[in-house]
């Protein structure tokens, strides 16, 4: 339950906007973060910040203004100052050539199922421990350094309008580990993932094993130097992350669907966009994601479909593109998704994913994205992490840094095999606020003909 | 607790004997009296965007036993127990340390910045800059644009820094931003675009009275909406290699992407590696390592009117303006005090000597980390733009980014332009739409032929460059002039 003097302090803000006749959003964040950075195999910086934010937009016929306060944000006065700039924005601002949708909170929720007090303070010490246990484990091995981030913490969101009286308020915990190791001479790198929103889910020996079970391919073979065309790739989790995001940003946006800059701009739900093995859903509901269950114009999130069995069957609109476009908003006027790929009928576990794609490149990270045409759905990277050849179902070498062009479409449409598993993969990001956020995907998927179009000499 | 300055200030010094007194060799502490943003985004006409953002809060930095703890918080009234937090997070620390970090000598400095600014943005009255605005999206109304994206952003700061060591910086940071954008599909049903960011020639001031310059800004709606006729009903770039000759508007990413953050030192020593990622350089390489084509001067610049200049950076350092790159060698890198020691340990010789004032931090909760600065080309001798088209017999000029993806050692990349104009036997031809260009970055810079005179150089701001844990989003400029590079992979197959 959200702190009482914070609660009232807001409430009494949307009294006085009540009062004032002013039509008023109140969103307010709080984080408690703390983050390990290791570098060269050695903590390189420890942080922690406590920080409040508060967002206020006002909303008068089709004008709109808004401001925003990072501060200690402990009194009346300063609450008021912002609703007053938000208004002063406001009453300047220019009308809309549409009727912009105004905040309202469809119904109370008071979540807090996902907050773990010993997570929220879990300690640098602990997490410097763990990290010293890997590294003494593996440094002697081999001329490794490590780096890696570690983040957890709490956030805090709660959210009222003057439409009712309604209130919607979310605490949970999360925390995200990476471990990198590097070899010094060859440069390349593998890393180990974790997430959680409970402490005690993972140990060192889990990392230790990981990082072991993968060093004798990189140690023993030098680099895979790919040929460019089309080819055979098994991508990983957090791959399929990034596939499906890219996706989801090239062709699932109402706003570039309307304005026909989407992939999908020429298709109509029902048709058929991928394979049938692909169901893309935003699914707060899931337990491999974190699960938001409203969004800032106080929408109940629900389970939302956007592809079923490779059928078109939704859009993302945020209450301003659906205010433009005359469409229903689908709860989407926030930054951290809860999107999901379902699982497929692909055999469990990367052994047997392997032995089915037999001959084939295992790119299980795509690294610096970017969507050169998302009218085509098209994206580039390159390998990162862990990735490696596959012939006759065994990890033979690892890839030199290799360049993907390709589109959505053409992936999505190139399925082999999606894994009967789904795992959850962590894309939480901290620009200017901490934002958990979590995917579930398959733990592989296997496509035919992905477009290699550059391979460097080095990794 | 009076939460002004004058209470702050004695308060953090109090701290810093208390730090010191616990065994710390140095702390610091940044004390954002004021960070207001504003931020105006005009799409089809409506406003989409229009908030005023305030920020206030301190961060501190202790180093104990060569390891760095970081904390921050808005409750000015709890700045010793921020410290506390700060203590703790560098004894934690200290439990795995690697190289120690050490400030080297100290530095003790007084001083203050104020940016040029002859309007502050945040005096002029909102229902002016809307009508400015609204202005231009107006001109950019045509029966060829489907969409028509018009913003402006504005930063102001209030920085008080100290440090143990008795420095004492107050310095007001003030940048502008502006963009304008318009957008259509083409014949292929594939969306173009053309757009063009506030810039510069390097010289003037950088307050509002910029962004209202015809010349950096507004004057070029009609340009663009012609350029992006133009590109409606242009073809494709066909592959092949041939010679690219990069305007600034597409340069200053390609120094950005494949020198900027190449030669961030936290990278190259690997910081950054679980993240941003590394380099292809390395310490020992420093000094010696041939970069590009004698043709390749980079520095580190001072340019009065940039987003990449400061005054002093996030730990004391007045910012100066020094080689990177000289006639194609790599001579220095982008670093903070704290990891020179470490750079020249590593090298197993003295490869930097000083602080190349890179220390950052994008707001009061984080940290400083290496970021660039003003990380510019130097103008050469091989003319103007014309002349290098003349001297061109197969080529493409390109301009500004659609997309960008980077090797994670910046050894390679690959970019995506709006436009491209054919150049045949030294002259312009025709337009083509969909560029792209790929290449290893040691190889393309040691391509580099031409580098375009004074004339051609400009100054573009980058407002969005993202690195470090936690996340941090900084600003930054380039000053580049035109440059060819010979033999280029362009456009794609399929």
């Excluded at chain 1, 794609?357 to 299980?364: C, D, E, R």
């Excluded at chain 1, 979590?438 to 592989?444: G, H, I, N, Q, T």
């Excluded at chain 2, 409606?232 to 992407?257: C, M, T, W, Y």
């Excluded at chain 2, 220390?359 to 003003?374: L, Q, V």
Aim: charged content about 25%.
């Amino acid at each position: 339950m959200f702190e009482d003097r914070l609660r009232d302090l807001l409430i009494s803000g949307r009294n006085q906007a009540r009062k004032k006749g002013i039509n008023a959003e109140f969103s307010f964040h709080r984080e408690k973060s703390s983050l390990i950075r290791l570098g060269n195999s050695a903590v390189a910086l420890s942080t922690h910040e406590e920080l409040t934010r508060l967002d206020i937009s006002v909303q008068q016929g089709r004008k709109v203004g808004s401001s925003s306060l990072t501060a200690d944000i402990t009194s009346s006065e300063q609450l008021q100052a912002t609703l007053d700039q938000a208004a002063e924005n406001c009453k300047a601002a220019l009308g809309k050539d549409y009727e912009p949708i105004f905040g309202k909170v469809e119904e109370t929720v008071d979540d807090s199922a996902g907050f773990d007090p010993e997570l929220e303070n879990f300690s640098p010490e602990a997490k410097t421990d763990l990290y010293a246990e890997v590294v003494k484990a593996l440094k002697p091995k081999g001329k490794y350094d490590f780096s890696g981030s570690w983040s957890s913490g709490s956030t805090e969101m709660y959210y009222i309008t003057t439409a009712n009286d309604n209130e919607a308020y979310r605490r949970l915990t999360d925390s995200k580990f990476l471990m990198v190791l590097k070899e010094q001479n060859r440069k390349w790198e593998l890393s180990v993932e974790r997430t959680a929103n409970k402490t005690g889910t993972f140990m060192a020996d889990d990392v230790i094993a990981e990082f072991s079970s993968l060093l004798p391919i990189y140690e023993k073979n030098s680099g895979y130097k790919t040929k460019i065309g089309r080819q055979r790739v098994l991508f990983g989790p957090q791959a399929i992350a990034e596939l499906l995001m890219l996706g989801i940003w090239g062709g699932f946006f109402g706003r570039f669907w309307e304005e026909k800059r989407a992939y999908t701009a020429k298709n109509k739900f029902g048709d058929k966009l991928f394979d049938a093995s692909i169901t893309i859903t935003d699914d707060p509901t899931n337990p491999n994601v974190f699960g938001m269950p409203f969004d800032f114009s106080g929408k109940r999130r629900r389970p939302f479909v956007l592809v079923e069995k490779g059928l078109f069957k939704g859009l993302l609109y945020d209450s301003m593109a659906a205010a433009k476009y005359k469409k229903q908003p689908t709860g989407h006027d926030l930054s951290n998704t809860d999107f999901v790929l379902a699982p497929g009928n692909g055999p469990a576990g990367l052994e047997a994913g392997k032995k089915l794609a037999k001959n084939a490149l295992y790119i299980p990270h795509l690294h610096y994205t970017h969507l050169p045409d998302p009218t085509k759905g098209m994206f580039t990277g390159s390998s990162r992490f862990n990735a490696m050849r596959l012939e006759n179902g065994e990890f033979i070498a690892p890839l030199f840094s290799t360049r993907i062009t390709d589109t959505s479409p053409s992936v999505f449409n190139n399925i082999v095999a999606v894994s009967s598993i789904s795992v959850s993969q962590n894309e939480s990001s901290t620009y200017s606020r901490r934002m958990p956020e979590a995917m579930s995907v398959p733990e592989y998927m296997l496509c035919d003909n992905v477009r290699i179009t550059d391979v460097a000499d080095s990794f | 607790m009076n939460t002004k300055v004058d209470n702050i200030a004695p308060a953090v010094k109090n701290q810093f004997e208390r730090m010191i007194g616990s065994g710390c060799s140095f702390a610091d502490a940044r004390f954002y009296d004021e960070d207001s943003s504003q931020h105006i985004v005009l799409y089809d006409g409506n406003l989409e965007s229009n908030n005023r953002g305030f920020e206030r809060g301190i961060g501190v930095r202790v180093l104990k036993q060569g390891a760095w703890g970081f904390a921050a918080t808005a409750n000015l009234t709890a700045i010793s127990a921020c410290f506390d937090r700060a203590l703790a997070n560098a004894q934690a620390a200290a439990k795995l340390l690697g190289f120690p970090k050490d400030m080297g000598p100290a530095q003790p400095t007084k001083g203050q910045y104020r940016p040029p600014v002859e309007k502050d943005p945040f005096e002029i009255p909102l229902s002016e800059k809307l009508k400015f605005l609204k202005d231009i999206d107006t001109s950019l109304r045509d029966k060829t644009v489907a969409q028509r994206i018009v913003t402006a952003n504005f930063q102001r700061r209030r920085i008080y820094y100290w440090n143990s060591e008795g420095t004492e910086i107050d310095r007001w940071v003030l940048n502008t931003f502006g963009s304008m954008m318009v957008m259509s599909p083409d014949k292929d049903g594939r969306n173009q675009r053309r757009s063009v960011e506030l810039y510069s020639d390097g010289t003037g001031t950088r307050g509002y009275e910029w962004l209202t310059n015809p010349d950096w800004f507004a004057g070029h709606a009609e340009r663009i909406k012609s350029e992006l006729s133009e590109i409606l009903a242009a073809e494709s770039l066909p592959p092949g290699k041939r010679d690219v000759i990069l305007l600034p508007g597409q340069g200053f990413l390609q120094v950005h992407e494949t020198i900027g953050h190449a030669l961030e030192l936290d990278r190259i020593l690997g910081y950054e590696l679980s993240f941003a990622g590394g380099s292809h350089v390395r310490p020992e390489m420093i000094g010696t390592l041939r970069y590009g084509s004698e043709k390749l001067n980079c520095r580190a610049g001072v340019v009065e009117n940039s987003a990449g200049t400061f005054g002093y950076d996030d730990e004391g350092s007045q910012q100066r303006d020094f080689m990177l790159i000289d006639k194609g060698v790599l001579v220095n890198v982008l670093s903070c005090r704290a990891d020179l020691a470490e750079a020249n340990a590593k090298a197993g010789k003295t490869v930097v000597k000083e602080s190349g004032t890179a220390a950052r931090a994008s707001a009061f909760y984080r940290s400083p980390i290496d970021r660039m600065t003003n990380i510019n080309i130097d103008p050469g001798q091989d003319g103007t733009l014309e002349d290098i088209i003349k001297d061109t017999k197969d080529g493409v000029v390109l301009d500004v980014p659609v997309s960008w993806s980077i090797g994670s050692n910046r050894e390679h990349f690959h970019f995506g332009c709006e436009i491209a104009w054919e150049v045949k036997d030294g002259r312009r031809t025709k337009v083509y739409k969909n560029p792209t260009y790929q290449g290893h970055t040691l190889e393309f810079w040691g391509s580099l032929d031409k580098v375009g005179n004074r004339s051609t150089w400009r100054l573009h701001q980058v407002p969005n460059c993202g690195k470090g844990e936690p996340n941090q989003i900084m600003e930054l400029g380039h000053g580049i002039p035109v440059m060819r590079f010979r033999n280029v992979q362009t456009g794609e197959k399929e």
